[in-house]
């Protein structure tokens, strides 16, 4: 590469490339220049750099580091919880990273000065930018598209009997009712021998006989026997067709970190190999033609700065249109999925328009020559990148760490505000007393309560949560489950807590079943004013209890 | 903080807790053994929030027990005011809910405690009784209040904020009356005993009503002697606490179905108790009563006994096996004693005649 500074100057000191403007004042007012001027100025391409491009590259970025440390302070602090869940840590992680590293390779430039930030790695930015800038959209939109076809896919699987409670409500005419509670009991395959088994008060309108049998045996179940049932379920792979199967492995494979990972490495790799065969192709044509096509003085120079010639933006825009495509086409189908409760869908939308914008002021202020070769001196228009990163780290970290912020906030003043159930808590976390709760509420028919909470308590504890949480769902909470609770609004309550389930292929969040927990400790109040009376060792714990008060 | 619906020390009138399953049945019989029982078991069902446990504590009153001690209402503090926080927490959310503005800042404020970190210890400060009072007055409250049909909210509500200054004390005692009026979701299935001569007893079983809770009904169908139907009259307005969307009618009259016309029951009296009769009275004077049930006479909606003539036959139609002649239907206000006290002595007679006749 030696060969550059061999290079006579004077092919590249003309006019198009510095304003004159910029030259004039570089002699009038040298104090807001970086050097002095001189000949050496103007090699590679490259005019006279000011302070106050330094001064701004330096604040935004130091504004950018600032929000992206606060950003991963708060990530790492939140990322148990739903909202953090819901996006992906390992995608935040990845895009995070992305970002970071295009501002560094835009902001640096400025900063260390042109003419020394080595000139390999300006071309190296310029072939990395259309992967930097689109894949962290197209990485979360495809994300939330697939998760949201993974979801079709089990909604339609598990039939789920939410749906058909809605049906129910939306048929006006009462006799048909009856028939639909009969269907309920035998509506989903998975779940219809649970059904059968524990004759929910709905079988007794199917014949005198058998409600006297059900009565009979329901008085010997006990909660041995639902345990039992529940090993009852069927796999999922005896639902599913072979193709349905596929599918699901596939949307499960594309809603996955493991995707988006691969993604990105191999994006990497090929725009690495890109680079070096474009820098190949560029040396054979200086070769031959004695002038360098895209970045004056070539690909690989290493030793010092250089500026981009037009051309590059030739190679530029055809790179960038192929992920443009790709970015069109995931929001498009972004917008056609459901939106979420988490606002991942409208993040991701509005992400995008900011990127679109960015790109295309960047374009326009490429295209007029005073703002490449004047403005960009004094304001680098390369730093709308910076500022895109920027609203991409707020709107796609410190929100989600604020929504999970908030809610944690909402929930621990929620639950010291309940000083009865605070009670019933207490009285729970101690073995006798637990044990007569669990006693009474056996003989009063409502131990779902107890043992809901004691299973709430194992959940939290576990390391893979998924399969706990589905069997809890089907034990305490659908319609007709074996142990089902009483509690407001429950297909509200199970749409929710679904929603929270599906929105990751991750373990679900630790505090899923938070308001379930705090119902049934409310529900036990009930109980407990009746157990006080029958019991002096209850009594007298409570008397503690309001004691310490 | 314990909340006593009954003396610890065991009286006449006893609360009496469940058996276990397999020795709880020591009559073993079904109801053509009934009358030579000595103990007569009446089940009080109906959907939820229809009024099985009000009427349950009126009936422990008037045989006092439980409430009737002072010294045992104070145990019931913390429930009234759980009541309170209840009541005002779904006032506010659905002033949210409903997009009606809560009008006087202060009351925001007031709105935003309460959602956030108020708890009934907090109520010991009298301070709150003004806070709380003019929260109820606020205008968006009021209209949120107006519009109660379209949330969840207990009856109690304008009884619990009239007596804020009573309640917000550090002297408060629950009265009788508070004890009434305070809702408490059911749980399972609780029952007393009382002594209604002849050397007989009679164990009245109060059960949970929301649908879950229906499931254990079964659990004393073959060992029951009479059952009182409880349905309310105000809720033709409403929606079910569990499902948020079906409608509270439909739902008593599914259930009054199943269980009037379950074959066990057929030769078991029959009582149909209209209850918050009111409350009915009340409402229908400002909404329309006609426009839930397309098949009655528009003329007649402000007109409460035809109203309720026409519910007796909405519910009379669902009975499909049970013989009419031991079936009676009556209208009840549960949270009047004296009210409570005379229907519950004709549903007494009732049975107990019924008995007689077998």
């Given at each position: 590469m030696s060969l550059n500074s061999t290079f006579p100057l004077a092919s590249t000191f003309n006019s198009t490339s510095c304003h004159p403007l910029l030259l004039n004042m570089s002699i009038t007012n040298p104090m807001i220049f970086r050097e002095e001027f001189s000949q050496s100025s103007l090699q590679y391409g490259l005019c006279p750099e000011t302070y106050i491009a330094l001064s701004i590259a330096s604040f935004v970025l130091f504004v950018y580091l600032v929000t992206t440390c606060i950003a991963m302070i708060g990530l790492v602090w939140q990322r148990k919880k739903t909202h953090i869940q819901a996006r992906s840590l390992p995608l935040i992680i990845a895009n995070t990273v992305a970002n970071l590293t295009l501002v560094l390779l835009v902001a640096l430039r400025v900063i260390v000065s042109k003419k020394y930030y080595p000139c390999f790695l300006l071309s190296l930015t310029f072939m990395l930018y259309p992967p930097l800038l689109t894949l962290p959209s197209i990485l979360r939109g495809s994300r939330h598209y697939f998760l949201f076809r993974l979801n079709l896919m089990k909604k339609k699987v598990f039939g789920t009997s939410v749906d058909e409670l809605s049906e129910l409500q939306s048929i006006s005419s009462m006799s048909v009712s009856g028939k639909l509670e009969h269907r309920r009991s035998n509506s989903s395959s998975s779940l219809g021998q649970l059904f059968s088994r524990t004759n929910s008060f709905s079988t007794t309108t199917s014949g005198p006989t058998s409600s006297t049998t059900a009565g009979q045996d329901n008085n010997n179940a006990s909660s041995q026997e639902f345990l039992q049932i529940d090993e009852k379920q069927t796999n999922l792979e005896d639902i599913l067709s072979r193709r349905d199967q596929l599918l699901m492995r596939f949307y499960e494979f594309m809603a996955s970190y493991k995707f988006f990972i691969t993604v990105y490495v191999v994006s990497f790799l090929i725009h690495l190999g890109l680079w070096a065969i474009v820098g190949g192709i560029e040396i054979g044509v200086y070769n031959s033609s004695g002038s360098w096509v895209f970045v004056e003085s070539g690909f690989f120079e290493a030793s010092h700065g250089c500026n981009i010639t037009p051309k590059i933006l030739i190679v530029l825009g055809i790179q960038a249109a192929f992920y443009l495509v790709w970015m069109f086409v995931i929001n498009i189908l972004c917008i056609l999925s459901d939106r979420d409760t988490f606002n991942i869908k409208l993040e991701e939308l509005i992400l995008t328009v900011i990127l679109i914008v960015a790109l295309i002021l960047y374009t326009i202020f490429g295209s007029i020559p005073v703002i490449t070769t004047l403005v960009d001196y004094f304001v680098p228009y390369v730093l709308i990148f910076v500022v895109y990163s920027l609203l991409e780290t707020i709107i796609g970290v410190i929100l989600p760490v604020y929504y999970s912020i908030r809610d944690t906030m909402n929930e621990t003043n929620h639950d010291s505000d309940k000083s009865a159930s605070h009670m019933v808590k207490a009285l729970l976390k101690e073995k006798k007393s637990l044990d007569k709760i669990s006693d009474f509420a056996r003989r009063s028919y409502c131990l779902e309560d107890v043992l809901a909470w004691k299973e709430i308590q194992n959940y939290k504890k576990m390391k893979k949560r998924k399969q706990a949480a589905l069997d809890f769902i089907k034990t305490y909470?659908?319609?007709?489950?074996?142990?089902e609770l009483n509690i407001p609004k429950s297909a509200a309550t199970l749409a929710n807590l679904r929603e929270q389930m599906d929105s990751s292929t991750d373990e679900p969040p630790v505090n899923l079943f938070d308001v379930v927990e705090h119902q049934c400790l409310f529900n036990m109040t009930d109980l407990l004013n009746r157990l006080v009376v029958k019991d002096e060792y209850i009594a007298q714990k409570i008397a503690e209890c309001t004691g310490n008060k | 903080m314990g909340n006593i619906v009954v003396s610890p020390h065991d009286k006449e009138g006893q609360h009496h807790m469940m058996a276990t399953p397999t020795s709880n049945?020591?009559?073993?019989?079904?109801?053509?053994?009934?009358?030579?029982?000595s103990e007569i078991t009446v089940l009080l069902l109906g959907?939820?929030?229809?009024g099985k446990s009000t009427l349950f504590k009126q009936v422990q009153f008037f045989h006092g027990v439980g409430i009737t001690h002072d010294q045992e209402r104070i145990e019931l503090i913390e429930i009234v005011r759980l009541n309170v926080l209840e009541n005002a927490k779904n006032l506010v959310a659905a002033t949210q809910h409903l997009n009606i503005p809560i009008e006087q800042p202060e009351n925001r404020e007031t709105a935003k405690l309460i959602i956030n970190s108020l708890n009934t210890n907090d109520l010991e400060d009298p301070s709150w009784s003004k806070r709380l009072y003019s929260l109820w007055k606020d205008a968006g409250i009021q209209k949120a209040y107006e519009n109660r049909e379209k949330f969840q909210l207990y009856d109690s509500t304008e009884y619990l904020f009239e007596n804020l200054d009573r309640i917000c004390s550090d002297k408060y005692v629950p009265t009788v009356v508070d004890v009434i009026r305070t809702r408490t979701k059911t749980i399972g299935i609780t029952d007393m005993k009382f002594d209604v001569g002849d050397g007989k007893q009679l164990r009245l079983v109060d059960v949970g009503g929301q649908r879950n809770e229906r499931r254990k009904w079964i659990h004393f169908f073959n060992t029951v002697d009479a059952v009182v139907f409880l349905t309310s009259l105000s809720e033709f307005d409403l929606n079910l606490?569990?499902?948020?969307?079906?409608w509270r009618v439909k739902e008593s009259l599914r259930v009054f179905n199943e269980v009037v016309n379950n074959a066990l029951f057929y030769k078991v009296p029959f009582v149909l108790l209209f209850n918050k009769r009111d409350l009915f009275e009340k409402k229908i004077a400002t909404k329309s009563f006609s426009k839930y049930f397309s098949g009655f006479n528009e003329a007649e909606e402000k007109n409460p006994v035809a109203c309720i003539e026409y519910m007796t036959k909405l519910f009379l139609n669902e009975i499909t096996e049970h013989p009419l002649d031991t079936v009676s239907v009556k209208t009840l206000s549960a949270i009047d004693h004296d009210n409570s006290k005379q229907v519950f002595e004709e549903v007494k007679q009732f049975i107990m005649t019924q008995q007689h006749r077998e």
């Open positions: 909470l659908l319609p007709g489950a074996p142990l | 049945n020591p009559n073993g019989g079904s109801a053509a053994t009934a009358k030579n029982k959907a939820g929030e229809s606490y569990e499902d948020n969307g079906y």
